[in-house]
T-cell receptor
Framework: DQQVKQNSPSLSVQEGRISILNCDYT??????FLWYKKYPAEGPTFLIS?????DKNEDGRFTVFLNKSAKHLSLHIVPSQPGDSAVYFC???????????FGGGTRLMVKP | DGGITQSPKYLFRKEGQNVTLSCEQN?????MYWYRQDPGQGLRLIYY???????QKGDIAEGYSVSREKKESFPLTVTSAQKNPTAFYLC?????????????FGPGTRLTVL
């Protein structure tokens, strides 16, 4: 059973608008969450993270929101740029462990 | 510069042959990981190692083997027992600094079985 799910396999957004990528998890032991960005034929690169003691973390155009009661997090990109077009993976880790559990990814396409 | 290197970038193998994918890191990370990505799929964990001379199976270890003789190196062997070896393979290492963990990924190796 998938513990981390990204239910939207793809998302298309107009340049300048907001992109919202969603992620749901089932394991209440997860206490740290990360977003990775991946271009084709390259390794994922770390984008932004959030600890379970927070509900929001912002870094430039990227903001991650965490709703612990709903076991849901989202990544907001504002404004979206064509260079943001990539696959975005949500990942979760629990209680001082070092195993990341990844979602299936969402392919974001930002149209000029 | 510190980082993770994987070689080669592209690898072709005949069916029935074993092949070894290289992963090296100079980040002084203890934990290292191998993932596999198939088209349109997420990352699936093959093997991981938290310390030298120790490693554990991930979710899809069948048909793969690893070694961890040095902290810097975590090679993955794709054996002939792996039924669908064609995929993009990613190596990662983990840092636990301050109050967060972060995995760093290598550039990946695309393996194609002919």
């Amino acid at each position: 059973d998938q513990q981390v799910k990204q239910n939207s396999p793809s998302l298309s957004v107009q340049e300048g608008r907001i992109s919202i990528l969603n992620c749901d998890y089932t394991n209440s032991m997860f206490d740290y969450f990360l977003w990775y960005k991946k271009y084709p034929a390259e390794g994922p690169t770390f984008l932004i993270s959030i600890s379970s003691i927070k509900d929001k973390n912002e870094d430039g155009r990227f903001t991650v929101f965490l709703n612990k009661s709903a076991k849901h997090l989202s990544l907001h990109i504002v404004p979206s740029q064509p260079g943001d077009s990539a696959v975005y993976f949500c990942a979760a880790i629990h209680n001082a462990g070092n195993m990341l559990t990844f979602g299936g990814g969402t392919r974001l396409m930002v149209k000029p | 510069d510190g980082g993770i290197t994987q070689s080669p970038k592209y690898l072709f193998r005949k069916e029935g042959q074993n092949v070894t994918l290289s992963c090296e890191q100079n980040l002084n990370h203890d934990a290292m990981y191998w993932y596999r990505q198939d088209p349109g799929q997420g990352l699936r964990l093959i093997y991981y190692s938290q310390i030298v001379n120790d490693f554990q199976k991930g979710d899809i270890a069948e048909g793969y083997s690893v070694s961890r003789e040095k902290k810097e190196s975590f090679p993955l062997t794709v054996t002939s027992a792996q039924k669908n070896p064609t995929a993009f393979y990613l190596c990662a290492s983990l840092t636990t600094s301050g109050n967060h963990n972060e995995q760093f990924f290598g550039p990946g190796t695309r393996l194609t079985v002919l």
